[in-house]
């Protein structure tokens, strides 16, 4: 049996990779199948506890490269619900996260998926990037053997909808891999179409042999039998056991901390992971709407629509569907005009029916909205700290524009609406790619506004585990004084040794903005240190500018305190990130 079967390349630390050299070298055939299909499983959601047994010695024939892109776990999961059918079907499916792609394997891939999702205004999800960057230069291997197929994941709402996969879809076929089945954009209600592309994809990608293939000698692992996690991925629901606004009554800003309780155990989550909100719509701007659309009258509209219909997002596809729905020729003008895009910018459904009045039946105003979609928070607290309970940290989304003032869906409604007592739906979104590492490395956190919840999660979990590992949490937001979040805790933290250091940046308390990547750059000697040590680098909070800053921030510390060029510094941050060092849950 070879002693290191885990090649050097393999997307692992180099302390890790010995590890698992250590563990799979010396094991059997049989101690080595069952953890392929223990893993398997693990990917498939399911609990280490409820997973079959697999039938040693059995086999799956076609390989199936099923390639993902995700920022908040949607892709991974859909990719994890194509492994289950494609095993089904007598694939053998391998699972690889774009962040580990080595882009050079592709030319051997003969049958892939793919499933992509966008992020920020039509950028590829952050993990994905570099990967993404590689496969879109020059240089790449051709394609010329590979079947394949994408499904790419967005959201109308946005001007670049599903801009990655469709980017990926046409480059996989000017690298000359041939498309069998036809690319599939989804918006947020992704399950039934992405449901029907695995079928159809699969399909396709299923060689012509496969009438004849033996199915005695696929993996007899059934999937559907035990997956108890996937009970724990279904709404439910909780009781609002304090809801506080945590910004002083003088502050701009109102942040609500929020804890739910259970009516049993609380959701198996774990530091890092997310919740989803099922939220309603606000009663006011419905009922405006419905007046607009001259069916103030219609009861059962309004509850429907309060409850499961997106009724404020304004997308190009709405206003299209507008134009032919009522004919209106303004709107179509608008359509045909330039400015359809940047008139959309700051409006909501609202305002089209304003601006462009015409008399709806229900059947007209339900199609021209789509599902009202869950909104994620992270998860704030850890449950060896507060028991049956999940804290949250949600800022309420608060803006004026075009003479109307407007709020957050889901915020406006957990700042506005619900009380102390009051049932909320939820359900939990796992992220195992913003975890904690063992309790003996250090670790430093960034996360300026609502960016710090995770960390709240991370010391808690910390305190309670009696973790040796230091850490060190960068915290920014508008005024000491109104806006410091959770301000006593971490003092708390600080004396009991579970947070080791705290660094502050309140940016409208001094006459230059300060913010947190301003911090990392007057810390950036300590910092390094740190990281040369070993620590893990969390970024948490806005993506937009935020992360961005703060990634440039921490590649200048590197070139300064280093003496590096700005590419031998890049490529030090870079090294972090292929290490799993770096790890960013942005939005
Ligand atoms: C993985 C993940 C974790 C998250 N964690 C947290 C968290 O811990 N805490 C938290 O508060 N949020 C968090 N978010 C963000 C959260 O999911 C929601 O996006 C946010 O609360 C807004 O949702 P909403 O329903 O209130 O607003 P929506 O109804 O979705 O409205 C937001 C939209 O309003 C528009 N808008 C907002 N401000 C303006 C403006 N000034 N001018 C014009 N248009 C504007 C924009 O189009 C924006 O997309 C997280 C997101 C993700 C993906
Ligand atoms: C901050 C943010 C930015 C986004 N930007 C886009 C976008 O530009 N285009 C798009 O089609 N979808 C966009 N989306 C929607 C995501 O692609 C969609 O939620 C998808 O299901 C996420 O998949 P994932 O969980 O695998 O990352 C965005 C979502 C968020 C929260």
Same mark, same amino acid.
């Given at each position: 049996m ?9 997307p ?21 199948a ?19 047994q ?9 390989p199936?490269?099923?390639? +993902? ?5 949607n ?6 619900d194509?492994?289950?059918?494609a095993r089904?079907?007598g694939?053998?499916?391998s ?5 580990d792609?080595?882009?050079?394997t592709?030319?051997?891939v &003969? &049958?892939? =998926?793919?499933?992509?999702a ?6 590829p ?30 959201d109308?709402?946005?001007s ?8 990926? /879809?046409?480059?996989? #076929?000017a ?8 690319r599939?954009?989804c918006?947020? /209600? ?23 293939f ?9 999937? #559907?039998?035990g997956?108890a996690?996937?009970?724990?991925l ?9 809801i ?12 609500i901390?929020l804890?739910l ?7 198996? +989550?774990k530091?890092?992971?997310?919740? /989803?909100?099922y ?6 701007? =419905?009922?405006?709407?419905l ?11 309004r509850?429907?629509l ?6 404020t ?8 569907s ?5 004919g209106?020729?303004?709107?179509? !003008? ?8 940047t008139?959309?910018?700051?409006r ?24 009202l979609?869950?909104r ?5 607290s ?10 949250l940290?949600?800022?309420a989304v608060?803006?004026?524009s ?7 869906v889901t915020s406006?409604y ?7 007592? $009051? &049932?909320l739906?939820?359900?939990?979104r796992?992220?195992?790619?913003? !975890?904690?590492p063992a309790?003996?490395?250090d670790?430093?956190?960034v ?11 991370? =010391? $808690?979990e ?8 230091r850490?060190?949490?960068f915290?920014?937001?508008? $005024?000491?004084t ?6 006593l805790?971490?003092?708390? #933290? ?9 660094a ?13 990547q301003?911090?990392?750059w ?9 990281l040369?040590?070993g ?11 935020m ?9 200048r ?8 060029? =700005? ?21």
């Amino acid at each position: 049996m070879n002693a290191s079967p885990i090649p050097k390349t393999a997307p692992f630390a180099a302390e890790q990779i010995e590890i698992l050299n250590r563990v799979v070298g010396p094991a059997s055939p049989a101690q080595r199948a069952w953890l392929a299909g223990f893993l398997a499983g693990v990917d498939a959601g399911m609990d280490a506890a409820t997973l079959p047994q697999l039938a040693v010695g059995a086999q799956a024939t076609e390989p199936l490269t099923i390639l +993902y892109a995700t920022e908040s776990g949607n892709a991974e999961l859909l990719a994890s619900d194509v492994a289950k059918a494609a095993r089904k079907m007598g694939f053998k499916p391998s699972i690889i996260d774009m962040a580990d792609l080595d882009v050079a394997t592709l030319a051997s891939v &003969r &049958r892939l =998926v793919v499933i992509a999702a966008t992020w920020g205004e039509g950028d590829p999800p952050a993990r994905a990037m570099r990967a993404y960057a590689e496969l879109m230069d020059e240089g790449v291997p051709r394609l010329d053997g590979t079947l394949f197929s994408v499904l790419s994941l967005g959201d109308t709402a946005y001007s670049e909808f599903c801009a990655i996969g469709q980017a990926l /879809d046409a480059r996989l #076929a000017a690298l000359g891999g041939t498309r069998v089945a036809e690319r599939v954009d989804c918006d947020l /209600d992704f399950a039934e179409p992405a449901g029907r592309w695995i079928e159809t994809a699969l399909k396709a990608l299923t060689p012509a042999e496969a009438e004849a293939f033996d199915r005695s000698r696929v993996i007899a692992v059934d999937f #559907a039998v035990g997956a108890a996690s996937s009970a724990d991925l279904a709404p439910v629901e909780t009781e609002i056991i304090e809801i506080i606004q945590l910004n002083s009554s003088q502050s701009e800003k109102a942040t609500i901390h929020l804890e739910l309780g259970f009516d049993g155990a609380a959701l198996p +989550y774990k530091p890092g992971d997310s919740l /989803d909100i099922y939220p309603e719509n606000d009663a006011a701007y =419905v009922d405006d709407l419905l007046q607009a659309a001259g069916l103030a009258a219609d009861a059962a509209l309004r509850a429907e629509l309060t409850k499961d219909r997106d009724v404020t997002t304004l997308s190009f596809k709405t206003l299209a569907s507008y134009a032919a729905t009522t004919g209106h020729q303004k709107v179509k !003008a608008l359509l045909e005009s330039a400015d359809a895009r940047t008139w959309i910018a700051g409006r909501q459904l609202i305002d089209l029916f304003q601006s462009f009045p015409a008399v709806l039946s229900a059947d007209q105003l339900r199609q021209l909205t789509r599902p009202l979609a869950p909104r994620a928070y992270s998860i704030a607290s850890s449950r060896r700290e507060v028991g049956d309970e999940v804290h949250l940290l949600i800022a309420a989304v608060r803006y004026q524009s075009f003479g109307r003032v407007r709020k957050g869906v889901t915020s406006g409604y957990v700042a506005d609406q619900l009380k102390k007592g $009051q &049932r909320l739906r939820v359900k939990l979104r796992p992220n195992r790619h913003f !975890a904690l590492p063992a309790p003996e490395r250090d670790i430093i956190m960034v996360g300026p506004g609502t960016g710090i919840a995770p960390f709240r999660a991370f =010391v $808690q979990e910390r305190r309670a585990i009696g973790a040796n590992g230091r850490s060190w949490l960068f915290f920014g937001d508008r $005024q000491f004084t109104h806006d410091f979040l959770y301000q006593l805790e971490w003092q708390d #933290a600080l004396q009991d040794g579970s947070l080791t250091r705290m660094a502050l940046a309140f940016s409208r308390d001094t006459p230059h903005k300060r913010y947190v990547q301003h911090l990392i750059w007057e810390q950036r000697q300590g910092l390094v240190e740190w990281l040369d040590n070993g620590a893990y680098f969390y970024v948490c909070g806005d993506a937009k500018a935020m992360a961005k800053d703060v990634r440039a921030a921490l590649v200048r510390a590197y070139a300064d305190v280093k003496a590096l060029s =700005v590419e031998a510094a890049e490529q030090a941050v870079n090294d972090l990130k292929r290490e799993h060092r770096y790890l960013q849950d942005t939005y």
